[in-house]
């Protein structure tokens, strides 16, 4: 095994273009472990734990490292040379004098005076004096940043309101504005549907179901996951709410968050005029709200009674899902109920656990849940529902959604679990996303099918992503999936497998 690291001083990226760049270096042959990372305290003792400490030496925060572990030197050295040239082809552009890359928000303004949004990728201790200086500079701002303080969040977008400007975030993975996707996006058809989203994943899921079931979208709002808490307020949220009421484009509007504050949700849903709906993933209380207003608790349900208001159909949702389902729970061994989701959305994780649950049981989760339900402990036999994408399975390498890599690792251990009636999956295509998840995880789950389990999947995306949302559901076809319309349904189907009833996949939502 050969270890090579590259240290560049000064030379600060945001995590946006270190995600590309480690994604750069994972994709090289020979490689077994890489990440391209900005040397902060947190990411050396992550090097540390991988055995890298000499090689990096004491850089400072502001100095970019790439760390690639290989089978050999020749393997090592094209891997930095890749991830340097993903980094650094701008700034090689701007020298020949074909491209100029701004240094800070000033100069970028300078060269695109027309600018009115500003995506904001730094470290959380940064984040909010760069969101200030875009809002004073007229700007809307897109916080893509994570690990702002909630003072922080709730003083910006106090002055956005004031100001009349958008803080889409923190931790704003996705908004599509006027068709143009930011972040984690997929690429919908413009239509009559307006969205506020206080979950990423959550606006990706309604967007793409959407434009699959015949309408489109005029804009995505990413408010980020606290907006509708108690401490914040709602008050993004209130800002899109008037905006898309107010725009003529928007025919219909959909809110999407986990289960906000009871106040919360009240008052910002007396806002709209227009129809509007609210999927509000495992709510159990029954809001006050207006005529217009409807309230439901999953994402595929407030997609359908969207679309139902500007005038679409609801496709059929089940299928032949039951009859798969018949044909593959006959020849399960009595011992495997157990259900085990691996999951690359943390929206679609929570989504499924509050459907689960109620069919199920208790599920052991590293996913914050609502207090209504119950988390089981974690031991051998007890269901298993992981987001990846949290810090744990994050730290040291890229989200899931880009390198599909730990999951694979954690599907090929349920290979050995004799107690594992199904797995769940989610695979998100779209901008951003990788080129071609199914693939990647196709042999794993082959390995999975092939020792006596099930594995369910769900494809968020559309025809128009890049990876092609029906070649995505062939691939998990071919590797053995059952593959379902929605994600609410493959958590239905999941545990319809583990309790062998079928006629479970076509309960009502």
Avoid at 276 to 295: C, F, H, K, P, W
Avoid at 329 to 347: D, F, I, N
Avoid at 431 to 459: C, F, R, T
Wanted: with cysteine; glycine share 10%.
């Amino acid at each position: 095994m050969s270890t090579r690291v590259t240290v560049r001083k000064n030379s600060y990226k945001d995590s946006v273009r270190l995600l590309e760049a480690t994604r750069a270096i994972l994709g090289a042959s020979g490689v077994s472990w890489g990440w391209a990372l900005m040397a902060t305290p947190a990411n050396l003792e992550t090097l540390a734990e991988q055995g890298i400490t000499d090689e990096v030496g004491t850089p400072g925060a502001n100095d970019l490292v790439l760390a690639v572990q290989a089978t050999d030197d020749e393997s090592a050295t094209a891997a930095l040379e890749t991830a340097e040239a993903t980094l650094f082809a701008a700034n090689a552009g701007a020298e020949e004098g074909t491209v100029e890359t701004a240094t800070d928000l000033a100069a970028a303004l300078a060269e695109h005076p027309g600018a009115n949004v500003a995506i904001i990728s730094v470290a959380g201790p940064y984040a909010a004096l760069e969101a200030h200086k875009a809002l004073s500079a007229g700007l809307d701002v897109l916080l893509f940043s994570d690990n702002v303080p909630l003072e922080d969040e709730v003083a910006l977008k106090e002055r956005a309101r004031d100001l009349g400007r958008l803080v889409m975030g923190p931790g704003a993975g996705t908004a599509m504005l006027a068709g143009a996707g930011l972040g984690f996006a997929n690429r919908v058809t413009a239509g009559p549907v307006g969205i506020v989203a206080a979950a990423g994943t959550g606006a990706q899921e309604v967007m793409s179901l959407l434009d699959r079931w015949g309408t489109g979208v005029s804009h995505v709002i990413g408010v980020g996951g606290r907006d509708l808490s108690p401490e914040v307020g709602g008050l993004m949220a209130e800002s899109a709410l008037r905006a898309l009421d107010a725009d003529e484009r928007t025919q219909a509007i959909l809110l999407v968050s986990k289960p906000p504050a009871r106040d919360v949700a009240e008052r910002l849903l007396a806002i709209p005029s227009k129809p509007t709906v609210a999927a509000l993933m495992g709510l159990r209380d029954v809001l006050s709200t207006s005529d217009n207003v409807i309230v439901v608790n999953t994402l595929e349900r407030g997609a359908a009674e969207t679309l139902a208001i500007v005038g679409g159909t609801e496709p059929d949702l089940v299928g032949s899902l039951a009859e798969d389902v018949a044909g593959i729970v006959t020849g399960l061994e009595p011992s495997r109920t157990k259900v085990v989701g691996l999951y690359s959305g943390g929206t679609l994780c929570y989504e499924a656990l509050t459907i689960a649950t109620d069919h199920i049981g208790p599920i052991h989760s590293n996913v914050p849940l609502d207090k209504s339900l119950t988390v089981a402990a974690a031991t051998p036999q007890s269901h298993l529902f992981l987001d990846l994408g949290e810090e744990e399975y994050t730290k040291g390498r890229p989200h899931p959604m880009i390198d599909p890599q730990a999951r694979i690792e954690l599907l090929e251990k349920q290979v050995d679990d004799q107690r594992v009636a199904a797995v769940l999956l989610d695979v998100v295509i779209g901008d951003g996303a990788h080129e071609d998840p199914a693939g990647m995880l196709a042999p794993a789950i082959e390995k999975v099918v092939g020792s006596g389990a099930v594995v369910v999947a769900y494809v968020l995306g559309t025809a128009l992503d890049p990876q092609d949302l029906h070649q995505q559901q062939e691939t998990l076809r071919r590797a053995g999936c059952i593959v379902t319309e929605t994600a609410a349904r493959a958590a239905l189907a999941a545990s319809a497998i583990a309790l062998r009833d079928p006629a479970l996949v076509a309960t009502e939502l």
